[in-house]
């Protein structure tokens, strides 16, 4: 078994932060009203806007084993057989995801069942999954080990 953490954008990241301050500044408003009601609305400000996007910030990962991967974010979680998986591409795709990157790749696998993600370690990641021969798989390979040459001689 392997875990991934998810690759996260700065700035998504920062928008998360300033999510849940904003979110912490409207609990502090409504403590400070008091009531029942404000009370409660507290809670839930507090559970839906500062709990919830800090569970997808600091669960979401990519586990692997021999027979399958388990992508987990906060409540959400899919488990797909390995065997079942027929592409791996690189994208940028907007779509919602258990992905906190939008350097991202896109798992084909099943009858048309697609799901992106985006691991730290992309290269790592595909070796794992043993998806040398799938679309794309060897030039995501060869960017990134290019890119960390690159990097090394640049740092």
């Known amino acids: 078994m392997h875990v991934f953490n998810s690759k996260i954008d700065k700035w998504l990241l920062g928008c998360f932060i300033l999510s849940m301050i904003a979110c912490l500044l409207g609990m502090s408003v409504m403590l400070k009203l008091g ?8 809670a839930i400000i507090i559970v839906a806007g500062v709990g919830f996007p800090l569970w997808i910030l600091v669960s979401t990962r990519y586990i692997t084993d021999e027979e399958n991967l388990k992508i987990i974010s906060g409540p959400f979680s899919w488990v797909i057989p390995i065997q079942s998986i027929t592409s791996i591409q690189e994208t940028q795709s907007a779509i ?14 099943g009858e048309d069942k697609a799901i992106l993600v985006s691991p730290l370690d992309k290269t790592g990641f595909i070796e794992k999954l043993g998806k040398e021969k799938l679309i794309g798989a060897d030039k995501i390979a060869k960017r990134i080990s ?9 740092g």
């Open 35 to 42: 009531g029942t009601s404000n009370y409660v609305m507290a």
């Open 96 to 109: 919602t995801s258990p992905a906190l990157s939008f350097d991202r790749l896109e798992i084909t696998y």
């Open 146 to 154: 290019k890119k960390n040459k690159k990097g090394r001689r640049n």
